[in-house]
């Protein structure tokens, strides 16, 4: 066994792909069905068998083992995705170099980015570090916030990383680690952080992938300024915080959305651990997927300022483009997230959040303050800015229900209400495809993919089958019966392996149908859908010969009808006594 094969044998899909979607177990199947974190829906299509260690998304029609779900979805090489399974899971990954240059550069910035993070907090606790520390305790940062979250200081004269690096990592993977810049006006290379405080950005493993940082001397412009896009940092693609907070998500079936890492240090610290941040960016739909995964329901608390509600109204729609239910808080007094909880408490501030009222009512209130309510008009301009938000509900009652609300709330006429939105729901559900097989035919596959008894009893004789090759899902069959003939013990994979996607297609719908069969009920439907295509065969061997004593009779041999006549009526007395001999459970 190669060392991916002992791998995978080791560790468990479902626990691995749990770890970034929320999978419901389908009864007493071994089925696990979740949202597809590939694509936007509502209805989960995305399913994971237990037994094949294999996922497929019937929306969007991803699917593979363990690893191709870690490289699909932390976008990383084979190699890397069979290194982070292997390390999560304890497996002591053998020695070797990594082959592809684009995962050799990864590896190299991770290592940096690793040491970097020692670096700063390093100096954050060292002399160097004082004014910092002092600013962290002005906003009230306990020193156990500071070691949680990876606080830490970059050098302020601004060569600290670069004599690190210099010795250990070549000049280009200097060049590509957004940690240190090339100098323009002489050779070599310069920190590109200095002075700041530095909060570490991770992925969803829990990895250091880039570096957020706030200016602390006066007059150290911007404010705030990110790690740029690396190899490793696509800041579009990551939530800051949501590797501590998914857990918590899912827990609590809903997440915070405030704007700032000091927000959701302060949020986290006083015990309200589902909480994340967008990086520095206008609030991206990857992002809002990553959160999807773990919970649909979300509570956006940005700062209350014109800027804060702002970018709320732009994320609000965002949310609700990939489908989030929103609920949107508020806090009186200017107060944003990190404030108010220390100003108010965790348990205010949780109450607050439970309270937090639906979108639609932050949305009225904003077009009311928007929009001159005593005329007419106005009030119609109010709900104009506020009809694409109701229009994305896609449920039609509740999209009426919010309409006629919001409708008398504004004072707007309920009828023009209806007429705005009777022209119809935007959303289009993909249903799962259903597959073309015949029932029979998918309940053999399915049983002889469950039942090593089933595969070793009933794959010889079905095997010589005429009836075989007028299958759907024949080229499953044959691969499935080369398999058989090799001896080797199966494997899902190898049968996946030897297929085209549309016979893959077959297989996954024949592996996920609803068909729940231990491995001795199995045994029984296998041996029954053979008995079954056994009768069918005979039946039409029984007809065939029908035709051929009718022709033999028009062209005038005699004894060549009568000889077939008695064949006939020997193989259909064999088919009517096996028939009731059986008595199966399939029709
Ligand atoms: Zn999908």
Not at 137 to 164: C, H, K, M
Not at 289 to 309: E, M, Q
Not at 331 to 336: A, E, S, Y
Not at 416 to 422: A, E
Request: with cysteine; glycine share 6%; charged share 25%.
């Amino acid at each position: 066994m190669d060392f991916a094969e002992q791998v995978k044998s080791s560790v468990d899909i479902v626990k691995v792909i749990e770890q970034y979607v929320r999978l419901k177990k389908a009864g007493g199947s071994p089925r696990y069905t979740g949202l597809c974190p590939f694509h936007t829906e509502k209805t989960p299509s995305f399913s994971v068998h237990s037994t094949h260690q294999f996922y497929k998304c019937f929306g969007c029609g991803q699917s593979g083992d363990l690893f191709k779900f870690v490289m699909e979805i932390e976008r990383i090489s084979f190699f890397e995705a069979l290194k982070l399974v292997a390390e999560r899971n304890g497996i002591a990954m053998p020695k070797r170099e990594y082959a592809d240059p684009e995962a050799k550069l990864r590896a190299a910035l991770t290592e940096m980015h690793e040491i970097a993070a020692g670096v700063f907090q390093n100096n954050l606790n060292g002399p160097v570090g004082a004014q910092a520390r002092q600013y962290l305790a002005s906003r009230n940062v306990a020193t156990e916030q500071i070691a949680e979250f990876g606080l830490g200081l970059s050098d302020p004269s601004g060569n600290q990383l670069v004599r690190q690096f210099e010795s250990r990592f070549t000049p280009e993977q200097l060049e590509h680690s957004g940690l240190v810049a090339k100098r323009q006006e002489s050779a070599g290379f310069y920190d590109y952080f200095r002075g700041r405080l530095m909060f570490p950005i991770h992925n969803e493993s829990g990895k250091v992938i880039g570096f957020g940082g706030r200016a602390l001397r006066p007059g150290d412009e911007p404010k705030y300024m990110n790690s740029r896009e690396t190899a490793l940092y696509r800041k579009s693609y990551v939530l800051y915080n949501l590797h501590r907070a998914k857990d918590a998500v899912r827990k609590s079936d809903f997440s915070v959305l405030v704007e700032g890492y000091m927000d959701v240090i302060g949020v986290y610290s006083a015990g309200v651990h589902n909480v994340v941040a967008s990086c520095g960016t206008a609030l991206t739909n990857t992002q809002v997927r990553l959160l999807k995964r773990h919970s649909d329901r979300i509570v956006v608390n940005f700062d209350p300022d014109t800027a804060g509600a702002n970018a709320a109204e732009k994320s609000i729609q965002m949310l609700l483009d990939e489908g989030l239910r929103v609920r949107v808080l508020e806090l009186g007094g200017d107060l944003d997230p990190d404030e108010y909880v220390k100003a108010s408490g965790a348990d205010a501030y949780r109450q607050r959040l439970e309270k937090a009222p639906v979108y639609f009512h932050w949305l009225a209130d904003r077009a009311r303050q928007k929009f001159d309510m005593r005329t007419v008009e106005g009030r119609m301009d109010a709900f104009k800015f506020l009809a694409p938000a109701i229009q994305r509900i896609s449920d039609r009652l509740e999209r009426f229900a919010v309409a006629n609300d919001v409708a008398d709330y504004l004072g707007v006429d309920e009828k023009l209400v209806r007429d705005h939105f009777s022209k119809g729901a935007v959303e289009h559900p993909a249903a799962p495809r259903r597959s073309q097989m015949p029932a029979t035919e998918r309940l053999l596959l399915h049983s002889l993919l469950a039942s090593e008894a089933a595969r070793a009893q009933v794959i010889p004789e079905l095997a010589g089958m005429s009836a075989v090759q007028r299958f759907v899902s024949r080229n499953v069959f044959q691969a499935l019966f080369a398999l058989q003939s090799d001896g080797a013990p199966f494997r899902f994979s190898d049968l996946e392996g030897r297929l085209s996607e549309a016979d893959r297609d077959l297989l996954s719908a024949a592996v996920f149908a609803d068909d729940r069969l231990d491995e001795k009920m199995a045994l029984r439907v296998a041996m029954d859908c053979l008995e079954k295509f056994k009768t069918l065969e005979s039946e039409s061997e029984v007809a065939s010969l029908r035709a051929q004593a009718k022709a033999a009779e028009k062209a005038g041999d005699i004894q060549e009808a009568m000889r077939l006549n008695a064949l006939m009526t020997q193989r259909d007395e064999l088919r009517r006594r096996s028939r009731s001999a059986l008595g199966g459970v399939v029709h």
